[in-house]
């Protein structure tokens, strides 16, 4: 499986491979224009442990 995500909260130079990074989800419902049906969308961000 692909999951096409962006990596958030980070300076795009500070990124590298084998950063530790933590997943969670914004609602995006209201941007989507489909109130009825709920839109999580998944992103990374650096890991805080």
């Known amino acids: 499986m692909r999951l096409i995500t ?25 941007l989507s224009g489909a109130e009825d049906t709920r839109v999580w969308v998944p992103l990374f961000r650096p890991s805080t442990r």
């Open 6 to 30: 962006n990596v958030v909260d980070v300076e795009p130079e500070d990124l590298r491979i084998g950063l530790a990074v933590e997943a969670f989800f914004e609602d995006w419902t209201g």
